[in-house]
Each structure stands twice: as structure tokens, then as C-alpha cells.
DNA sequence: TATTGACCTTCCAGCAGGTGGAACCTCTAT
DNA sequence: ATAGAGGTTCCACCTGCTGGAAGGTCAATA
């Protein structure tokens, strides 16, 4: 198969492939005029990270995967460990994200947005003090 | 004031702030030993940046709001739009953590977690499937 | 057969938002 | 005098790609 094949089936850019090549994640054969040449296995590999990626793995994440899946003799703890290390990550992303929104909705609350100057959000961007 | 007594009040890394510089957003003035000169305003300013760039504002919206922030004539309607636009971007951001934390913990129960090499979790990130 | 257009190749640069390190200068206290 | 804590510049690197230029290849059509 041509870069533009896989590309198309395991939903992913050709830049993006010839770039996780460059990182050694995919290793595909080439044919006499350059061209790269992808097999079933390659394939699969490359739906696994498009799949993982988007779950929010790292690229790193990914590797570890990828050595664990290869490795017939892996135990599914260490995968589930991953999982749950990455559950707990969201979920630290999450309180954050939920912490800043009520800042700043406490902001555009206090904010009467009309023609006026004043304004307490640029107020409190410059004192520093948050509104209770 | 030297970088170091700004970098500590305004609660970032010398580095960051040399940054800033770099990009603009601050410009000290500068001694006869070619040390970096902080006045209450700068000060100001990087406590400001600091801020706005906690609560996730990106540099280019950063900047916007200092120019907001110095306009004497601003209407607080336009500091409250962006501010709200922010949520609104928060609000998708949480929630396509939400989505993948669901899938991932789905992927974690039906996964044994034990020293065996059976493992939904590869399995699923192989095939492309969700677990239901 | 010539040519068009889609596809492939490589390489180089850039995005955000900094961070790390090297090599050097300057100030302050002992 | 010297050590150590600060300051300076510059350049490279991080993540995970993405865009573009300059060219080679292939299949179909006029």
C-alpha cells in the first residue's frame, strides 16, 4: 500500500506518517522508484496510534504500548496501569479546567459589559485578587 | 528593580520574563551594566500576564487584553466578550476529556489487570472498537 | 506521444510557549 | 582576593506535528 492508502484507512494525515517514521515509530519497506510500501502489520500499527493518540496518549505513551502489544508475554496489569495513570491525568486536567472556568465566569459576572470603561475583569487581572 | 525581585513578585521565571521581552509584551528599561530595569509598571504588567495566562489565555489574547487594559476608553463589553468566548473554549476542552476518560475507564474494567497476556485494552486499541 | 494532474519524495522552517545550558560579566560579602 | 549569587547573550531543544518548495513518478486522457 501507498502512504496515501493508509493514510485514508488509518485516519491519518501522510505528514503525519512519514513523521512517525522519522521517530521510528513505523518502519515501512520502499519500493524500486522511493516509494514507501506499507503491509497489513503496518497498518495496524499505525490505527493503533491514531487510536491511541486521540485517547491523549503521548507519543511516548504510545511507544510503550506498541513494545507491550508486540510482546506476546505482556501482562495486562502493565496496560491497565497506564490506563488508570492517564484516567488520573484527565482527570487533574479536569479540576483544573473546572477551577479556571469558575474564575472566570465569577469575572464575566461581575463584568456589566456594556460601553462603559470599568470594567472588573481587567480590574482583578491587575490586582491579582480573585472575586468571592 | 532587577529580574530576579520582578521574576519573584510577579511569580515567573527570570527566563519567561527575558521572554516576554523578546515577544514584546514587556520592555524594561534598561542600567549603565546593562542589567534590566523593572518599574512598578512593568511589574504590573507581568503580575497581569501572569494572571491571564494562568486562567489560559493564550500570549496573542494576553496582549490584546493589555492593550485593553491601557485604553483608558475601552468598553468592558468587549473585555467580558473574550472572556466569555474563553469559557466557552474551557467548556469544550472538558468535555472532550470527559468523553475519553469514559472511554478509557470502560477499556480499564473489562481489562483483568492481572499477569496474564490477554488484554482488552490492547485488544480494543488494535482493533478499533469500542467497548459498550 | 505529450501532457496534465494526482500522487510520491526530500528537506527546511515554523507553530506555542517556553526551558536548559554554555560562556561570560557584575555585584556584594567575607 | 575571591567566592557565590546574581545578571547578560545566544543557541538549541521540547511536543507533535504542519506547510511549503522543488522535484520525481504514475495513470489517464487528448
Known amino acids: 500500500m501507498n502512504i496515501g492508502t493508509v493514510?485514508?484507512?488509518?485516519?491519518?494525515p501522510p505528514k503525519t506518517i512519514r513523521y512517525y517514521e522519522?521517530?521510528?515509530l513505523v518502519k515501512p519497506a520502499r519500493?524500486?522508484?522511493?516509494?514507501r510500501s506499507?503491509?497489513?502489520?503496518?497498518?495496524?500499527?499505525?490505527?493503533?496510534?491514531?487510536?491511541?493518540r486521540s485517547l491523549g496518549f503521548t507519543?511516548?505513551?504510545?511507544?510503550?504500548?506498541?513494545?507491550?502489544?508486540k510482546d506476546e508475554n505482556r501482562a495486562s496489569a502493565d496496560v491497565k496501569a497506564i490506563a488508570l495513570g492517564k484516567i488520573k491525568e484527565i482527570d487533574r486536567k479536569i479540576a483544573e479546567l473546572r477551577s479556571l472556568r469558575a474564575?472566570?465566569?465569577?469575572?464575566?459576572?461581575?463584568c456589566h459589559g456594556d460601553d462603559r470603561p470599568d470594567c472588573p475583569i481587567i480590574d482583578e487581572l491587575a490586582s491579582g485578587e480573585t472575586f468571592k
Chains 1, 2 share one sequence.
Open 59 to 69: 507519543i511516548e505513551e504510545c511507544r510503550l504500548l506498541l513494545s507491550l502489544y
Open 38 to 52: 506499507y503491509t497489513e502489520v503496518d497498518m495496524h500499527r499505525l490505527r493503533f496510534l491514531q487510536r491511541a
Open 7 to 12: 493514510a485514508e484507512r488509518a485516519n491519518l
Open 22 to 24: 522519522d521517530i521510528e
Open 103 to 110: 474564575t472566570l465566569s465569577n469575572l464575566a459576572i461581575h
Open 31 to 35: 519500493l524500486e522508484n522511493g516509494y
